[in-house]
């Protein structure tokens, strides 16, 4: 959901649940953005005697179904259309679905056994061919790229995991990203990509190239990584470029990256100088985060991090209270760590520790 995020998505609902926060805010910030999306109805193998057809189409698995299962399929079908009704949002079994351009696209699934997955696939890279069709051509000399993932490789060190949506990389390209504490300089040391039938998230070899063409998943090898920040943009300073004009493109870009977090900044931080603080693991995360924060609670934000809460973070909270506004000494994380040390920290300082996000917000500001 943040600025450098793919222009179509696929969100998530399960066919027992009602929907959660997380993916109603996500809704709103598509139907703000304007950007065209599909929907996974998870779980359907969970039916009561629905017949699963493992990795099958869901259309095939769906005529071998008995009236029983049809039927509380359709009802499970009708109580979601009431639901995402209620945010403006109308929705229809895919199959079904004679208004694609104005009703959004249901797709019956299991993350269990497979069934519906092919469909889901075919519906995204409909929605792309008809909605981002220049997006979709290929132009070699314009990078897209963004980081998906930071870790710590044994051998290593800190390495990225990307998406390479456009263009090429090299291994020696001067590559630009935004990191914790500002943007972030450095040379691609190497790239990695796994074996061919292997996918980029899970453990085990890789395999060093040269270069790599879109589109592709590829891990990055290069010093300085250990404050990247899930989300950035990954720009490439072009290698033709020397003396003054490559000073002055390397001055834009860092510009560029830093953007990010500034309009952020600009947009929720308040100029009162109190709020909480909030806290996320990505770009994304923090984005929806705030917007949720701000415009729904309406709770005033001091500041916020990317990164695990620290006791400095802790630090920075309690100045809340000496500034006679306790009901704001708070920290507000999503899908972020906190060590045990600054959990004990802070029960030695008596502060408490909740769980959820989004009910300690709609708490907080009740």
Same mark, same amino acid.
Request: proline share 3%; aromatic share 4%; hydrophobic share 40%.
């Given at each position: 959901?943040?600025?450098?995020?793919?222009?179509?998505?696929?969100?998530?609902?399960?066919?027992?649940?009602?929907?959660?926060?997380?993916?109603?805010?996500?809704?709103?910030?598509?139907?703000?953005?304007?950007?065209?999306?599909?929907?996974?109805?998870?779980?359907?193998?969970?039916?009561?005697?629905?017949?699963?057809?493992?990795?099958?189409?869901?259309?095939?698995?769906?005529?071998?179904?008995?009236?029983?299962?049809?039927?509380?399929?359709?009802?499970?079908?009708?109580?979601?259309?009431?639901?995402?009704?209620?945010?403006?949002? /109308?929705?229809?079994?895919?199959? !079904?679905? =004679?208004?694609?351009?104005? @009703? #959004? $696209?249901? +797709?019956?699934?299991? %993350?269990?056994?497979?069934?519906?997955?092919?469909?889901?696939?075919?519906?995204?890279?409909?929605?792309?061919?008809?909605?981002?069709?220049?997006?979709?051509?290929?132009?070699?000399?314009?990078?897209?790229?963004?980081?998906?993932?930071?870790?710590?490789?044994?051998?290593?060190?800190?390495?990225?995991?990307?998406?390479?949506?456009?263009?090429?990389?090299?291994?020696?390209?001067?590559?630009?990203?935004?990191?914790?504490?500002?943007?972030?300089?450095?040379?691609?040391?190497?790239?990695?990509?796994? /074996?061919?039938?292997?996918?980029? !998230?899970? =453990?085990?070899?890789?395999? @060093? #190239? $040269?270069? +790599?063409?879109?589109? %592709?998943?590829?891990?990055?090898?290069?010093?300085?990584?250990?404050?990247?920040?899930?989300?950035?943009?990954?720009?490439?300073?072009?290698?033709?470029?020397?003396?003054?004009?490559?000073?002055?493109?390397?001055?834009?870009?860092?510009?560029?990256?830093?953007?990010?977090?500034?309009?952020?900044?600009?947009?929720?931080?308040?100029?009162?100088?109190?709020?909480?603080?909030?806290?996320?693991?990505?770009?994304?995360?923090?984005?929806?985060?705030?917007?949720?924060?701000?415009?729904?609670?309406?709770?005033?934000?001091?500041?916020?991090?990317?990164?695990?809460?620290?006791?400095?973070?802790?630090?920075?909270?309690?100045?809340?209270?000496?500034?006679?506004?306790?009901?704001?000494?708070?920290?507000?994380?999503?899908?972020?760590?906190?060590?045990?040390?600054?959990?004990?920290?802070?029960?030695?300082?008596?502060?408490?520790?909740?769980?959820?996000?989004?009910?300690?917000?709609?708490?907080?500001?009740?």
């Amino acid at each position: 959901l943040s600025p450098v995020c793919l222009g179509s998505l696929r969100r998530a609902a399960t066919v027992r649940e009602k929907l959660q926060p997380t993916t109603l805010q996500a809704l709103r910030m598509l139907a703000m953005k304007k950007t065209p999306f599909v929907i996974a109805m998870n779980k359907v193998d969970l039916l009561y005697g629905w017949e699963s057809v493992k990795n099958g189409s869901f259309a095939d698995g769906y005529d071998n179904q008995g009236k029983r299962q049809k039927e509380l399929l359709d009802d499970y079908l009708l109580k979601l259309q009431g639901l995402f009704g209620q945010e403006g949002i /109308n929705i229809e079994l895919y199959s !079904r679905n =004679k208004k694609k351009k104005h @009703v #959004v $696209s249901l +797709v019956p699934t299991s %993350a269990h056994t497979g069934e519906g997955i092919p469909d889901l696939l075919c519906l995204l890279a409909e929605l792309c061919q008809s909605y981002m069709t220049k997006g979709l051509q290929f132009v070699s000399d314009r990078v897209v790229c963004s980081v998906l993932e930071v870790k710590k490789e044994q051998g290593k060190g800190r390495v990225i995991d990307v998406i390479l949506a456009n263009g090429q990389l090299h291994a020696e390209d001067h590559i630009i990203l935004a990191g914790l504490n500002g943007p972030i300089q450095t040379k691609v040391k190497a790239l990695l990509l796994p /074996n061919s039938d292997q996918d980029m !998230r899970v =453990k085990g070899e890789t395999r @060093v #190239v $040269s270069s +790599v063409c879109a589109a %592709a998943g590829v891990r990055i090898q290069a010093m300085g990584l250990e404050n990247a920040l899930a989300g950035s943009q990954v720009l490439v300073v072009p290698s033709e470029l020397k003396g003054e004009e490559r000073e002055e493109v390397i001055a834009d870009m860092l510009s560029q990256v830093d953007g990010d977090l500034a309009s952020m900044t600009k947009q929720y931080v308040s100029s009162k100088g109190y709020g909480i603080i909030l806290q996320a693991n990505t770009l994304g995360a923090m984005e929806a985060l705030l917007e949720f924060v701000s415009t729904k609670c309406k709770i005033p934000i001091k500041d916020f991090r990317i990164g695990p809460i620290c006791k400095a973070d802790i630090a920075r909270a309690a100045v809340m209270i000496e500034k006679k506004k306790p009901q704001f000494s708070c920290i507000l994380g999503f899908t972020v760590s906190c060590a045990r040390d600054v959990v004990a920290y802070a029960k030695k300082k008596k502060y408490r520790l909740r769980g959820r996000s989004s009910e300690t917000a709609k708490a907080h500001r009740g």
